[in-house]
């Protein structure tokens, strides 16, 4: 099968929509497929192109043709900024999606962001007879309203009335979660069009990692210490101001440390907000291949949520929590998807409520037997509903599938 990826984010990128967008092509490439990608240069989440990068250059990776297009990465990404951002890799993309006609791919999968993406690669695959396929990994349309990126009820109303009009034309469009799911058909997307694609984590046969492994002796933590980790990225949709306030409530707590990790457009001031707690450690953006060990240096793992993207949006960063079979704290409302999954292997507290969080971090660092209960839950659901091979596997038989029985035609 020939698969052409549209996806602005891509591998090398450490995190988010570009660490899943590369492990699907590697994944399509060791079953056999052909893929060919189309992305920008990496800038994320640094938002600052990667050194030893350039745009309008291809590259062989791990089995997959990866064609770069140049894309306007902004200082400060917000509002009519982020648009123009991704409004420039749809235009200096399209020349170069639009040549893939003559390579004539049997899918057409497009990841969101960037939507605006969407009507190139639904033309090439309606030009040379391909599926049609988008991936919304969130809903940036609806996300930039509800934050106040974008405004003004008329705007609103005629970017949501062509984004409904654009879904409709796909033959497959997939999201990340249950209640995405559910807002596809309200956007009257047909449930025989819509799949449920969540992203995966690539799950060891063993255990996860000790809590005393080497992150802790490099970052001076005791071996006592209760651990309240965040790891990923820092941005504005993940309400992360809670987490200094809550740090400093618990500033006396001698065996209570928070360790921050990450990197993105609200690292300044998260830094300067923790910048005399004795409490914080503060790391960079950690190499994908500590990730592992590093999730497993936490007794507590804390998802902070904007209230505003609570089903917006399902944090990519939640299957790897769960998976390293440790509790987690998320700040999200009642009854949104984040709250169903976690209220089963850790704590719900109210967006922006560091009170509340710090009581939370207190009674699981108080409680070892709870921490060890709630962890073995978190890690069991990860191995049902998110192990990588199962999660692809399924996605993609149908195609895998129809490949089959055209070879066993040809055969016979």
């Known amino acids: 099968m020939k698969v052409l990826l549209i996806s602005v984010n891509f591998a090398p990128e450490p995190t988010g929509i570009g660490k899943y967008s590369g492990d699907m092509a590697a994944w399509l490439a060791e079953q056999g497929h ?6 920008a240069p990496p800038y ?3 938002w600052k192109v990667h050194p030893g990068y350039s745009a309008s250059r291809y590259s062989r990776w791990r089995g997959v043709d990866v064609w770069r297009s140049p894309l306007w990465v902004p200082k400060r990404p917000g509002g009519a900024a982020r648009v123009l951002h991704l409004v420039s890799f749809a235009v200096t993309s399209f020349p170069i999606i639009l040549r893939q006609i003559f390579w004539r791919p049997d899918l057409v999968l497009a990841v969101a962001p960037a939507f605006v993406c969407a009507p190139s690669a ?3 695959a309606r030009l040379c007879g391909a599926e049609a396929w988008l991936h919304i990994q969130d809903f940036e349309v609806d996300v930039a309203f509800q934050m106040g990126l974008l405004k003004g009820e008329l705007l609103k109303r005629i970017v949501l009335r062509m984004e409904r009009w654009m879904l409709r034309r796909f033959d497959t469009v997939s999201t990340i979660s249950r209640r995405m799911t559910e807002l596809l058909i309200r956007k009257n997307v047909s449930v025989e069009r819509t799949r449920y694609f969540p992203n995966w984590v690539e799950i060891p046969e063993s255990h996860a990692a000790s809590p005393h492994g080497s992150y802790r002796e490099e970052l001076n933590i005791g071996r006592d210490a209760v651990v309240a980790l965040f790891s990923g990225t820092m941005g504005g949709k993940q309400g992360l101001m809670v987490i200094p306030d809550a740090a400093r409530l618990l500033a006396r707590r001698g065996d209570i440390v928070f360790v921050i990790c990450g990197d993105g457009v609200l690292k300044p001031k998260l830094e300067a907000a923790m910048a005399d707690l004795p409490n914080v450690r503060l790391v960079p953006l950690q190499p994908i291949e500590r990730l592992t060990e590093l999730l497993g240096m936490a007794d507590i793992h804390l998802l902070p949520q904007s209230p505003s993207a609570a089903d917006l949006v399902l944090p990519s960063k939640l299957s790897g929590m769960l998976a390293s079979g440790r509790p987690v704290i998320a700040t999200c409302r009642p009854r949104t998807e984040i709250a169903d999954i976690v209220s089963n292997c850790g704590l719900i507290v109210a967006p922006r409520d560091s009170n ?3 009581d939370a971090i207190v009674r699981l660092a108080d409680d070892p037997a709870l ?8 890690r069991e659901f990860a191995i049902a509903n998110f192990e990588r091979d199962a999660v692809l596997e399924g996605m993609f038989a149908p195609w895998m599938a ?5 070879a066993e035609d040809v055969v016979a």
């Open 34 to 39: 052909e893929v060919r990608v189309v992305a």
């Open 44 to 46: 994320y989440p640094m």
């Open 122 to 124: 639904w033309l090439v």
């Open 356 to 358: 509340s969080l710090a």
């Open 371 to 378: 921490r060890r209960s709630l962890g073995r839950k978190a």
């Open 402 to 406: 129809d490949e089959s029985a055209v």
